[in-house]
Structure formats: structure tokens, C-alpha cells
């Protein structure tokens, strides 16, 4: 996908119903998105899958749904409080705002704006230090306010629950809790859709282990999460790759991280981190919140903090490259086809079906009868408004793996034609045997 850019996947996730801008009809909001029709239902197939893998299959992990909103205590602890910010410089000429390491520096004090290309001068306009999280008042009075945040990762609230969740379930360790849920950061961006927006949602497993084994599961960890985007996401294994962080980028938190890097249109940038936290979250909450939160091991009698690994995955970041990883164009009798080649277990319709004349009642009655025999047994979609080669590019577009077209030949011979996506072959196929055909393909 390297010769689309950011402008042309926007566009056509809004054309085709994936993502519209946050409070459009108002003028928008920066890094505000809305997922649309299609969007909402590959956005679900992406969380299902990852909490079926890790919480259904997996004997040793647990779900949790904790809270968005979250006392002062709780970021006082983590040090979000007093760590999570970015320093910030205002453009003098276009007013824009950017975090100043992330735009050029062209002198000792000298930066470039990115919009308006004119010379910032740090000195004169000196940078300022922003906290990230939205702050609100759970207080039914504004004279009397009681202050609290919106959490800025799902990671705090499987923290604080630590022991409620070791009390409830009689788990030892090694445990994992998983979480999928939204978090909230007052980013200052410079655009790149949705891979960095103020409200995203997050897919964490925090993973309890005993210190001794803490590199060895750090380990299972980043090999395990490079497996999941190939195998459950159908990703590029090409537009894939590890970089593990250097000492000087590590974290206040971290022992050890390495992220798992997709290829985006603007280049090589995270998709997903996986770190060592060591025991410095769980000691934290326990000093602030005077809580006891070790682990007692009846086994050795052992008690100790645990250590944690953390793979910390976007959804929209995924949602972001499996859009990119599948978009192609290809050229085909003189024009332009694109088609989504989705896995087809992410597909918003595994198989779309039309009569070919949706004048003649009966090609009409046939494809309905049909489209309502399988529609409860795979994600299926009926349409008749428009020419039948309209119809089939509106499905290559949002990554229908099948096409059934029933035509005049049907009401005599008793089959349709079956279009492959991808190869655009076509098959003649009896309409009792639509089902086991698609199915057996779909594996």
C-alpha cells in the first residue's frame, strides 16, 4: 500500500461507511472519529477475536470491565499525574499548537512549523508542559467540586483490581487480566487519521507473573502478539516488524518493551506495545492506596510483588492497518478496481446477493428466498439498486469474499453464479448447495 497516502484511505473509508469525522455536521473535531455501519462491524469482529484468543481459549487469563472514570489517587500512584505530559509550542504566526519534539528543529532554538513553514523561536515562545488526561467533576455541584479523570489507559483499572479479581477467582499465578475498553488522552496531533485520536480503545492483558519469570513470558509475549496480527488479522508478515526500545526511551515503568511496528502509509510506526512493567505498578497502588497487594504463594510460602507483562494493543490502530494492509488497486478492462482483500473472518458480509433484473419479480422472490435461507448462518447482504458490475464493486470495495447472482437460467435450472472476490472467477452452483460452498471456502 505504499503509493496510497493518508488522503486516499480518509476518503474512502467515508465513502464506503468505515469512519466519518467526529461532530461532522458542526464542523468537525480534531481527532475525534465516528466508526460507521461497516466500520462498527469489523471494529467488533477485531475485538471478539482478540478476547475469544485470550479469554476463552487460554486457561490462565480472566476478563475485566473496570471503570472510565477513576479517582486522583489512582494516577497519583501511577505517576500519570506528574509524568504523563508533553511539551507543547505555539506557531506565532498560524496559532497552531505541536508537540515540540515532533516538528524540525533547524537552529539551537529555531523550530520549523509544519503548517505554515515559518520559524518558531523557542526562545521567544517558550514550550509549556500539558497534561494529557481529561480532569472532570463527579460532583453534583459546581461550588463543590470533587474532582476525577478520565482514564488514559485501561491498564490502572486491572491494577486496583488486583486482588479482587485473585480473591474471586482462586487463580495462581501466572495470571493474565484482560481488558477491552476506551481511554481518553488530550493529544495535541498533526493529523494521521485515526492512529492517534483524543478517544481510542485499547485491548490490554496484564500478565501476573513471579519475577524469576518475567523475561521468559516477556519473551512469549512479543512472539505470541506478532503471531496474532499474521495469523487471527491476515497482516502483511513484509509490513510487519519488532523493534525493541533502547534504554533512553524506556518508559518510568518499564524494565523492557518492544513494539510490534506496522508499515503505514506515512511510514514505519507502532502498532502495538508489549513491556516488561516490573513490579513498579502494583507497589505503587500499594504504597498510595496502603493496600496490601502482594501475592502469596501457598505453594513455596512465598510472598512477593509481581511482576507484569503488558501487550497493549489499539483497536483503531489495527482497525487502521488491516484497512491499509488490505486496500488494493488494480486495473482491469481499462479502469480502476479496488477491493478490499480483507481475511474473511473480518469480512462485515461473508456473501452478498442479487437478482440480476430487479424488474422481473420473480429473479426478486428467488434471490430474497435465498438471501433470507443463509443470512442467519453467515453475515449476508441483499442489494438490487444498481447494474449488476456496480454491485460487484461495491462489495470488492468493502471486502465481500462471495458474490451469488441470480439470473434468468436460475428459475429453470435451479442454480446461481458464485463470483470469488479476489479472482474474480465465477462458478455455477445449485442454490441448495450456496451454503456448504461458500462455507467449505471460507474454511
Not at 83 to 110: G, Q, S, T, V
Not at 236 to 256: F, G, M, P, W
Amino acid at each position: 500500500m505504499a503509493e496510497n497516502n493518508i488522503t486516499k484511505i480518509v476518503s474512502f473509508c467515508r465513502r464506503r461507511g468505515f469512519i466519518f469525522g467526529g461532530s461532522e455536521i458542526y464542523g468537525g473535531l480534531s481527532s475525534v472519529w465516528d466508526y460507521g455501519p461497516l466500520g462498527a462491524i469489523i471494529k467488533k469482529k477485531i475485538k471478539d477475536i482478540w478476547w475469544k484468543t485470550y479469554v476463552e481459549e487460554k486457561e490462565d487469563i480472566v476478563g475485566l470491565d473496570s471503570s472510565i472514570i477513576m479517582t486522583e489517587g489512582v494516577f497519583k500512584a501511577s505517576g500519570h499525574l506528574d509524568n504523563f505530559a508533553d511539551w507543547l509550542i505555539d506557531c506565532p504566526w498560524c496559532k497552531r499548537r505541536y508537540r515540540i519534539d515532533k516538528i524540525e528543529k533547524i537552529d539551537k532554538d529555531l523550530y520549523k512549523c509544519p503548517d505554515c513553514k515559518k520559524d518558531i523561536d523557542a526562545a521567544k515562545n517558550k514550550p509549556r508542559q500539558f497534561n494529557l488526561m481529561f480532569k472532570t467533576n463527579t460532583s453534583a455541584t459546581e461550588d463543590n467540586p470533587y474532582y476525577a479523570y478520565l482514564r488514559p489507559e485501561t491498564a490502572q483499572g486491572i491494577f486496583i483490581n488486583f486482588t479482587n479479581v485473585l480473591n474471586t477467582t482462586h487463580r495462581k499465578l501466572p495470571l493474565g487480566i484482560a481488558q477491552i475498553g476506551k481511554a481518553f488522552r488530550n493529544e495535541v496531533t498533526t493529523g494521521n487519521f485515526i492512529f492517534r485520536m483524543k478517544e481510542f480503545e485499547q485491548m490490554e492483558i496484564e500478565y501476573f507473573v513471579h519475577p524469576d519469570q518475567a523475561q521468559k513470558y516477556y519473551e512469549y509475549w512479543v512472539d505470541e502478539r506478532f503471531k496474532f496480527y499474521t495469523e487471527k488479522m491476515g497482516l502483511n508478515k513484509e509490513k510487519l516488524r519488532r523493534r525493541q526500545h533502547s534504554k533512553d526511551e524506556l518508559a518510568h515503568y518499564a524494565k523492557a518493551c518492544t513494539d510490534i511496528e506496522f508499515n503505514f502509509p506515512f511510514g514505519w510506526s507502532e502498532l502495538e506495545g508489549i513491556a516488561n512493567r516490573g513490579d513498579f505498578d502494583l507497589t505503587q497502588h500499594s504504597r498510595v492506596s496502603k493496600k496490601d497487594l502482594a501475592y502469596f504463594d501457598n505453594a513455596t510460602k512465598q510472598k512477593f510483588i509481581p511482576y507484569v507483562i503488558e501487550p497493549s494493543a489499539g483497536v483503531d490502530r489495527t482497525f487502521f492497518s488491516i484497512i491499509c494492509d488490505s486496500y488494493h488497486e488494480e486495473e482491469v478492462k481499462g479502469k480502476i478496481r479496488v477491493v478490499l482483500k480483507l481475511k474473511p473472518n473480518l469480512a462485515p458480509y461473508k456473501i452478498a446477493i442479487f437478482p440480476l433484473l430487479k424488474n422481473k419479480p420473480e429473479l426478486v422472490s428467488l434471490a430474497k428466498n435465498l438471501f433470507y435461507d443463509i443470512k442467519n448462518k453467515l453475515p449476508a447482504f441483499y442489494d438490487d439498486t444498481g447494474a449488476i458490475g456496480k454491485l460487484y464493486r461495491r462489495q470488492d470495495e468493502i471486502g465481500t469474499p462471495f458474490c451469488v447472482t441470480v439470473d434468468v437460467d436460475s428459475l429453470t435450472d435451479k442454480k446461481v453464479t458464485i463470483r470469488d472476490r479476489d479472482t474474480m472467477q465465477q462458478e455455477r452452483v445449485a442454490i441448495d448447495e450456496v451454503f456448504n460452498f461458500v462455507d467449505n471456502k471460507l474454511g
